[in-house]
């Protein structure tokens, strides 16, 4: 599976967008991004995933350059629960073994 | 509504004794996942299955065991072997690909005095 990069902290006014980006310049064309958080001391949670278009749920949207090396997790109306630990993942769908190599994601701080 | 539960949140055990935790889910997913986080650090995977009867060691397996005697459940004994058992444990489920992302119960924390 191929590696990510993502800041290490982000701060986001309350309210405001929040924009995560991820760079997973090593990306096969087999694997999809896949996006999740974890809030303090609980389990993380799944957020989104792509292959190569854009995509949007009810949580964020998920936006992938054209040359699928890197992608950017948009929260659109970020709130104060949206503080949290934030990892960009890369895998394939088949073989599935478990792994999930979170890396040390982006801690996003969301201010009032 | 459908979910991952662990049980205990928050176990307290005395060195050398063995203890299991609890994991169900009610998603009718094919494999289940453990995973152990130490802090400021990733999720480690001890062990995993993709079916009833099955299952597979992950990178750390020593120290631990599992069963799989229902697709619901999948809990996880820290033995007396684990050399290092304080830690989160996390305890996920997904179809049988993981093609639709994990899902992921609350975690137990485990504290071995």
């Known amino acids: 599976d191929a590696k990510t990069t993502q800041p290490p902290s982000m701060d986001c006014a309350e309210g405001r967008a929040a924009n995560l980006p991820c760079n997973h310049s090593t990306i096969s064309g087999n694997e999809y991004v896949y996006w999740y958080r974890q809030i303090h001391s609980q389990g993380p949670q799944y957020i989104i995933h792509g292959l190569k278009n854009n995509e949007t749920n009810e949580m964020a949207s998920l936006i992938i350059t054209e040359d699928r090396k890197s992608s950017t997790l948009i929260l659109p109306h970020a709130t104060l629960r949206d503080t949290a630990v934030y990892y960009c993942i890369v895998r394939g769908y088949s073989g599935n073994t478990g792994k999930l190599i979170f890396g040390q994601g982006t801690t996003l701080q969301v201010k009032p | 509504d459908g979910g991952i539960t662990q049980s205990p949140k928050y176990l307290f055990r005395k060195e050398g004794q063995n203890v299991t935790l609890s994991c169900e889910q009610n998603l009718n997913h094919d494999a289940m996942y453990w995973y152990r986080q130490d802090p400021g650090q990733g999720l480690r995977l001890i062990y995993y299955?993709?079916?009833?009867?099955?299952?597979q060691k992950g990178d750390i397996a020593e120290g631990y065991s599992v069963s799989r005697e229902k697709k619901e459940s999948f809990p996880l004994t820290v033995t007396s072997a684990q050399k290092n058992p304080t830690a989160f444990y996390l305890c996920a489920s997904s179809s049988q690909t993981g093609a639709l992302g994990y899902t992921f119960g609350s975690g137990t924390r485990l504290t071995v005095v």
């Open positions: 299955s993709q079916i009833v009867n099955d299952f």
